[in-house]
């Protein structure tokens, strides 16, 4: 991800009220974690596995702090039992920026076979979580979808999920 | 000795401001028989309570919030105890009640080998203990409760009789949600919309 | 003390037929370099070596099965630690290559206040311990290959320069599998239970 792309999100959040960001460092987003972590506006978390990722989140949204859990396919993944309680259970709104890895245009250097099993899996996944998302992959839209996903999420009370693709995170 | 008698020695030690979260089993049954008021989150399923209940203390940093754990659903994830280390928060109790089973079934084995109070050591909580009896319980949670954390309280307890059932339309799930959240939304610290 | 310098130590001292496990990041291209041929589960992702390691005990009881894990990988699924203990099995070495960090970012920290071989202790895991030399590398690894287990050793090591290459078609994904499923077939004690 670009310093351009970080600089948006970082600001977008900093608009919605979200000083709260919670994560499991990834390389695709490791830049807007650092920066998070870098910036005193922001409380930043490193949690070692991301299911108590996500119910952290769970418990600090429905304790009425603006949250956000950045990761990737595979952490959705290993938070999925979580999600199933904290989304389809509770409705706790967290918002989700969860780098796309496997979608067209990923030339991280990731084995073919586990690109392809993270392009097969995400959105299903995402699905049967019943977790609403859009992929994200324009620069000239970021901000518009972070701001209607951050909207989204409080005013469902549930998580969303914005995938990160394209030139926003490649 | 019995969880609930430990939950009835608990229950005046925690004020009106302070939050509670409960796993599954008789936690959250026995529990919500004695804590009526307060904002309460019960039923966490396996694994989930402690994190939970961790992240709440990012949303109320001044009041205890205290996770009322089981064995078996603290193992389903002890990596949350290292998060606990490391984020640690001084505002946060858990305790965890071990019958050394799970629930609802024939016999079972949890914890034959595991020390969770030396895990929660090794996770990087200096504060931990392990008690036996009600008079320890008492000792230690008040410590827990008059002092700053993150404290980790394990307590042995024999296995509960009967299958206890709390009301379901105050203990669980959504409906439960709704209950916790009223409760959130009159604290005196809320800052949420 | 560095990563490859314990697998370069560790790898005479595993045999053709004992097998071996591997994590992500570079424990599996350095692993590939010291010990390309005999049973060798490449590059599980996070959480899932130690207890794929395990599973393989259940299958090979009179050999030796290493886990070659990092931090991070661990720390994702450390209740894998009580199983572990649980099953108690004689023939199991699990390594914790322990860097404190995540692979390939810029600086990152896993676990600022976390003994994982305490809290493998913790688990029940009676026979666990820290090293930091390569001496005292070699001489733990040496008594866990010649003793009874369940072994589990924490080697902390300096994060590595770079990223390292090895033949993707043998250490990773599908095409790894098909390689270990042959040198198991093989294995003079593979048996298929039907």
């Known amino acids: 991800m670009d310093q351009q792309s970080v600089q948006v999100i970082v600001e977008t959040l900093k608009e919605q009220g979200i000083d709260l960001v919670v994560t499991l460092p990834e390389e695709p987003t490791y830049a807007l974690t650092e920066a998070v972590r870098q910036d005193s506006f922001f409380t930043a978390v490193t949690v070692a596995g991301e299911g108590n990722g996500i119910a952290f989140c769970a418990g600090a949204a429905l304790g009425g702090r603006r949250v956000a859990f950045v990761t990737g396919v595979a952490g959705l993944l290993v938070s999925s039992w979580a999600l199933s309680q904290m989304g389809m259970v509770y409705g706790a709104p967290i918002l989700i920026l969860a780098s796309y890895r496997g979608d067209f245009g990923d030339h991280s250097g990731i084995p073919g076979s586990q690109l392809l099993m993270f392009k097969q899996v995400a959105e299903p996944l995402l699905g049967a979580l019943r977790v609403p998302y859009r992929v994200v992959n324009q620069k000239a839209t970021l901000k518009r979808m972070l701001q209607e996903g951050s909207f989204a999420c409080q005013d469902y009370s549930h998580p969303i999920a914005l995938l990160l693709s394209g030139e926003v995170l490649w | ?193 | 003390m560095k990563r490859f310098d314990c697998l370069k130590l560790l790898a005479p001292m595993v045999d053709e037929h004992m097998l071996a496990v591997t994590s992500l990041s570079t424990n599996a291209p350095f692993w590939y370099n010291v010990r390309p041929e005999g049973p060798n589960f490449f590059a599980l992702n996070m959480g899932l070596c130690l207890p794929f390691a395990l599973g393989l005990t259940m299958a090979f009881p009179r050999r030796k099965v290493i886990s070659i894990d990092s931090d991070g990988s661990l720390m994702n699924d450390s209740s894998s630690l009580i199983t572990v203990a649980d099953v108690n099995p004689g023939n199991l070495v699990a390594f914790v290559f322990d860097n404190s960090s995540y692979a390939f970012m810029g600086s990152t920290f896993t676990a600022r206040r976390t003994d994982l071989a305490k809290m493998a202790q913790g688990a029940g895991i009676a026979k666990s311990g820290t090293v930091r030399t390569l001496e005292d590398f070699s001489a733990a690894a040496k008594q866990a290959m010649e003793s009874t287990g369940p072994h589990f050793i924490v080697a902390k090591v300096e994060p590595d320069a770079g990223r390292v290459a090895a033949d993707r078609s043998r250490t990773s994904g599908r095409p790894m599998r098909e390689w270990f499923m042959d040198a198991v077939r093989r294995h003079p004690d593979y048996q298929v239970r039907r």
């Open chain 2, 1 to 193: 000795m019995k969880r609930y008698d430990c939950l009835k020695l608990l229950a005046p030690m925690v004020d009106k401001h302070m939050f509670t979260v409960t796993s599954l089993s008789s936690n959250t049954a026995f529990w919500s028989s004695l804590r009526l008021e307060g904002a309460n989150f019960l039923g966490c399923n396996m694994g989930l309570c402690i994190p939970f209940a961790l992240g709440l203390t990012a949303a109320f940093p001044d009041r205890k919030v205290i996770a009322l754990d089981s064995d078996g659903s603290l193992m389903v994830d002890t990596s949350s105890l290292i998060t606990v280390a490391d984020v640690n928060p001084l505002n946060f109790v858990a305790i965890i009640f071990d019958n050394g089973s799970y629930a609802r079934m024939g016999a079972t084995f949890t914890t034959r080998r595991a020390d969770l109070e030396k895990i929660a050591q090794g996770a990087g909580i200096d504060k931990t203990a392990t008690v036996r009896s009600e008079e320890a319980f008492s000792a230690s949670v008040k410590q827990a409760i008059d002092t700053a954390g993150p404290h980790f309280i394990v307590v042995k307890v024999e296995p509960d009789r009967e299958r206890v059932k709390g009301d379901p339309h105050r203990t669980y799930g959504r409906a439960m949600r709704e209950w916790f959240m009223d409760a959130v939304r009159h604290h005196p610290d809320y800052k949420g919309k």
